[in-house]
């Protein structure tokens, strides 16, 4: 078993839809988990960071951890065709990153 | 934002040929990793270093090397190099601490003639 699991899409949505982006994990010792998008033949930039369970919301953008189920989502409220990227969710405990395949969103307009 | 370069950024290259992968970051971060992506895969992390003169090998298997001589720098290399290491070669750093994020620089995708 992997030790994050993300459904690598495609997933296309329309503008101004909401997206519910989803990930599991296995390892309990996770207790630092990240979102990441990365465009097209670019590396991937920091999105959302979140420590234990709970919700951490920026803009547009909410992410919520459910240590319970070992559960990460990542909300995209109002999404607009910018938001076409790849998205990685990555959990670690005192072991460097470990991230999930990405999964692959397109916004049409 | 985050400083940290690649480079190049392209590469194609005959097979046998030595590589060397630049990566630099001008933040001061004690942290640095190499990880390998290859299309629709997860990163996969090949090499780390969590300060000069310490090198770790990462969960995949690889058949380069890395040297951490310098704190900014963090160059990896294939000593002769072959088709199956077509691939994009990601490096990142994080500063000291278990919470500290990484950040990545924009790759160099590698391929191999």
């Known amino acids: 078993q992997k030790e994050v699991e993300q459904d690598p899409g495609p997933l296309s949505v329309p503008e101004g839809a909401i997206v519910s982006l989803n990930c599991t994990y296995s390892?309990?010792?996770?207790?630092?988990f990240m979102w990441y998008r990365q465009y097209s033949r670019k590396g991937p930039e920091l999105l959302m960071y979140?420590?234990?369970?709970g919700n951490k919301e920026d803009g547009r953008f909410t992410a919520q951890v459910d240590k319970s189920s070992k559960y990460i989502s990542l909300f995209i409220r109002d999404s607009q065709p910018s938001d076409s990227a790849t998205y990685l969710c990555?959990?670690?405990?005192?072991?460097?990153?470990?991230f999930g395949k990405g999964t692959r969103l397109s916004v049409i307009a | 934002e985050a400083d940290i370069y690649q480079t190049p950024r392209y590469l194609v290259i005959g097979t046998g040929k030595k590589i060397t992968l630049e990566c630099s970051q001008t933040m001061g971060h004690d942290k640095m990793y190499w990880y390998q992506q290859d299309p629709g895969m997860e990163l996969h992390l090949i090499h780390y270093s969590y300060g000069v003169n310490s090198t770790e090998k990462g969960d995949l298997s690889s058949e380069s090397t890395v040297s951490r001589i310098r704190t900014e720098h963090f160059p990896l290399t294939l000593e002769s190099a072959r088709p199956s290491h077509t691939s994009q070669y990601l490096c990142?750093?994080?500063?000291?601490?278990?919470?500290?994020?990484?950040?990545f620089g924009d790759g160099t995708r590698l391929s191999i003639l």
């Open positions: 990142a750093s994080s500063d000291t601490g278990v919470s500290q994020p990484q950040h």
């Open positions: 990555a959990g670690r405990g005192n072991t460097p990153l470990v």
């Open positions: 390892n309990s010792a996770f207790q630092y």
């Open positions: 979140t420590y234990s369970s």
